[in-house]
């Protein structure tokens, strides 16, 4: 999504294998703005049913392998709580949170319910942005989208009586059929991140000053 935006997408760097980002890369925007492209995460998969022909410690492992998953699943959603509840201008607390998610991976409501919730709950605009959605055919991005309007609705609304918007993304141009289906929606992301933000939300940043110190 962020390669969509930058003027140089050769600066992110992301892994071959998993398409994450590898390091946190600043997106600039010509208003000012900067997103920062986080390094992301992956959703704990649960164990699929046991096969009749696997060996005790094949499930075994799979057992490890999940438990290893949950752990660093945990990592994540602590370090979001620690963002998303930083007041120091310094550290670059976040005004507003993007979740992408790629049309045709798997959807784990749970997981999903739990990490959106946290930035939502500390009232920061959240957005979950499906991207790719030429991936999946009409059928499966019709169940895709209800799956996120459920997730959305589990989710509920903040203090502030917001809730998560949903936004549908085509982050390069896809050759499909024997046809271009050009990129779509970033425009229109980054109008809805803008008009997310609103002057009373710096206030968050306030703190009072001490006795002992002076404005610069």
Same mark, same amino acid.
Request: hydrophobic share 40%; aromatic share 8%.
């Given at each position: 999504l962020a390669e969509? @935006?930058?003027p140089d997408p050769s600066v992110i760097l992301t892994s071959a294998t998993t398409g994450l980002t590898l390091e946190d890369t600043a997106v600039p925007l010509a208003s000012g703005i900067v997103l920062i492209d986080t390094k992301g995460f992956r959703i704990p998969?649960?164990?699929?049913a046991v096969k009749s022909r696997e060996s005790l410690l094949q499930r075994l492992a799979a057992r490890i392998l999940y438990s290893r998953e949950l752990a660093r699943w945990a990592s994540s959603v602590s370090s979001l709580q620690v963002k998303v509840k930083e007041t120091d201008p310094q550290l670059r607390p976040p005004s507003a949170i993007i979740f992408v998610h790629r049309a045709g991976?798997?959807?784990?409501? +749970?997981?999903m319910v +739990? @990490?959106?919730?946290v930035p939502l709950s500390n009232n920061i605009p959240t957005f979950l942005v499906l991207t790719d959605i030429?991936?999946?055919?009409?059928?499966?991005?019709?169940e895709i989208r209800e799956a996120l309007m459920e997730i959305v609705d589990k989710v509920g609304v903040n203090t502030r009586g917001e809730r998560i918007s949903i936004l549908e993304v085509n982050s390069a141009d896809k050759f499909l059929k024997n046809r271009t289906?050009?990129?779509?929606?970033?425009s229109g992301m980054i109008a809805a991140l803008l008009n997310s933000l609103r002057p009373a939300d710096v206030l968050q940043f306030v703190?009072?000053?001490?006795?002992?110190?002076?404005?610069l």
């Open positions: 969509g @935006i930058m998969m649960p164990p699929t991976t798997r959807l784990v409501m +749970e997981r +739990e @990490i959106l919730s030429y991936a999946v055919d009409d059928k499966d991005r019709i289906i050009e990129a779509s929606g970033l703190k009072r000053r001490r006795i002992y110190e002076w404005p």
